[in-house]
């Protein structure tokens, strides 16, 4: 497992760099072609690669239709982008959180 401390030191990568570098740009595909094909606005398909808006449920279900792969996929890289954030903002907080002792998981 990577600790906290490790990760904080990789820069978080937004599921837009990851639909930009290795779906759009793998096959050729414009981000206005990529919307059109799945009956969404041009804008919704720029934000998501500027890294201004998250990928929702209903935008994971077009782009794994699209591409073949699953919705978990997209979703997933939300997660954990969403996640690595938050636990950057959190750092200090987290530290400071005395978890459960053995003998209270043992109740």
């Not at 998250?54 to 279900?61: F, K, P, R, V």
């Amino acid at each position: 497992m990577t600790s906290t401390a490790a990760r904080r030191d990789i820069a978080p990568v937004h599921p837009g760099e990851i639909l930009k570098e290795e779906f759009l740009e793998d096959y050729g595909l414009s981000q206005y072609e990529l919307a059109k094909r799945l009956g969404v606005p041009a804008p919704r398909i720029n934000a998501i690669v500027l890294g201004k808006r998250g990928i929702s449920a209903d935008t994971a279900l077009l782009l794994a239709r699209f591409f073949g792969n699953s919705p978990e996929f997209w979703l997933n890289l939300q997660d954990h982008y969403d996640l690595q954030l938050a636990e950057g903002r959190l750092a200090g907080k987290l530290e400071q959180v005395v978890g459960l002792t053995a003998e209270e998981r043992a109740r």
